[in-house]
């Protein structure tokens, strides 16, 4: 059995925690894209772990976990991830961590270039500043480095001579900054290079050898935050939709048996960009609070608002997705009254993510809200009537089971249908 697991909304869906249930029954658990402007939260024990390069599944043991081709590294972040599990006593070595050859490197200029690129915009993307979006365009320029070049000293002292001759005069000129040394960061990348070289392999070789194991793709971001099926301009640089994680693992296109797609109980946004079921007053930093939306990368607080079903059932049709996993249902204990988006008003049905979602008004179904605590419900029958309403409502609406139901931040919070 194949799994694919996506985000549904602008990302922290609380993919991780799905991810981390489904990988016991997994052989390999891949990252297919984005870098580490991504952030998994996933709590076991008293323990809490957060992600940001390695797959999540690095958690359970005799897994094997791969950063495919797709994916965009900061080697520094990747060894400090590293180095903070094996810390924790978590297994991390060449044997369960593969690195693609061809997944690409961020270096310090990509970062500065995100910071600068966002501070001189007019339209602000609210991007992590992780050097992702620069990294990706050197990656399409064919100018980046990949960790092929890096962990090659002859070849990354050429690229990293290219990059800077083309790069150094842009910072000195336009950003009036002083230029990279070149020095600097052949060592400091170099060093870097030493203790990646291990987890260095060829993926697709890996893959084909493999071809008979389970994989579990594992989606960062959320489907409206792709470059193209997201709410351009204000997206992340990279395809976060089911189809990229053929492309940006490696894995030839195998057979994917479940596509899951993994929604919040109500919607969530970091960053800029369009949000028709936003709420800005209280009851918008009451979820906050409640539901601690503050991004695990950049601990920036999170725009919260009703769900979208509209989003949602476009979200299904753009990944193909199979069942749904829905998250954090605990947060909504004790509202009174559940506002799900079932329409956009004074707009044609047409009217979608592709263009004028921020000029759109949400029409919304009032549903009645459940007074219990469901944090410690572990099977379906013993859920809230009014909670199995919400679920059923969201369910004959986008047309899709909801298979999964978490109700807490523990690993064992989670109703399986
Ligand atoms: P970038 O990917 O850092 O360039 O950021 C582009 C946009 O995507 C910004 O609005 C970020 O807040 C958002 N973004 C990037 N990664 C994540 C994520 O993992 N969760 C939520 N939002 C994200």
């Known amino acids: 059995m194949n799994s694919v697991v996506v985000g549904l909304q602008w990302g922290d869906e609380g993919k991780g925690k799905i991810i981390d249930y489904l990988a016991k029954d997994t052989d390999i658990i891949v990252r297919f894209q984005g870098g580490n402007n991504a952030g998994h939260t996933v709590v076991f024990g008293n323990r809490k772990f957060v992600f940001h390069v ?3 599944g690095i958690l359970r043991k005799n897994k094997v976990c791969v950063i495919g081709n797709g994916v965009v590294i900061d080697p520094k972040v990747l060894l400090s991830e590293i180095t903070g599990l094996k810390a924790k006593g978590i297994d991390v070595s060449p044997r369960n961590l593969k690195i693609s050859l061809l ?9 500065l270039m995100d910071s600068f690129r966002e501070s001189r915009r007019i339209q602000k993307i609210g991007t992590t500043m992780r050097g992702i979006g620069p990294c990706y365009v050197d990656k399409f320029s064919r100018c980046g480095i990949r960790m092929a070049d890096l962990i090659n000293p002859k070849k990354f002292t050429l690229k990293l001579r290219d990059n800077l001759k083309e790069k150094n005069p842009l ?3 336009v950003y009036k900054r002083a230029p990279f040394s070149f020095k600097k ?3 400091e990348y170099c060093y ?3 203790l990646l070289k291990p987890y260095c392999c060829d993926t697709i070789d890996f893959f084909y050898k493999n071809k008979r194991k389970r994989f579990l793709f594992e989606g960062a971001q959320g489907t409206f935050l792709d470059i193209d099926y997201g709410t351009y301009p204000f997206v992340t640089s990279s395809h976060t939709v089911s189809s990229n994680a053929i492309l940006g693992s490696g894995a030839a296109p195998i057979k994917i048996d479940r596509i899951i797609g993994v929604t919040k109980s109500y919607a969530t946004r970091v960053g800029e960009g ?8 209280k009851l918008g930093d009451y979820f906050r609070n409640r539901g601690r939306e503050f991004g695990a990368t950049t601990n920036r607080p999170r725009r ?3 769900l979208d079903l509209v989003l949602l059932k476009r979200a299904v049709m753009v990944n193909s997705v199979t069942e749904i996993a829905l998250t954090k249902l605990d947060v909504l204990d004790g509202t009174e009254e559940i506002k799900v988006c079932i329409d956009y008003k004074g707009e044609t049905k047409e009217r979608h993510s592709d263009y004028g979602l921020d000029e759109v008004k949400p029409f919304y179904k009032n549903l009645k809200g459940w007074n219990k605590d469901l944090s410690s419900v572990r099977n379906y029958a013993d859920l809230a009537p009014l909670a199995k309403k919400y679920i059923v409502f969201i369910e004959r609406f986008i047309r899709r089971k909801i298979s999964f139901i978490s109700v807490g931040e523990l690993r064992k919070a989670v109703i399986v249908r």
């Open 54 to 56: 390695i797959p999540s």
């Open 103 to 111: 997944s690409h490197v961020i270096m310090p200029y990509h970062k």
């Open 171 to 173: 910072f000195v000129k």
């Open 185 to 187: 960061i052949l060592d």
């Open 192 to 194: 870097y290079a030493k």
């Open 274 to 281: 369009p949000f028709p079921t936003e709420l800005k007053g």
């Open 304 to 306: 919260c608002g009703w």
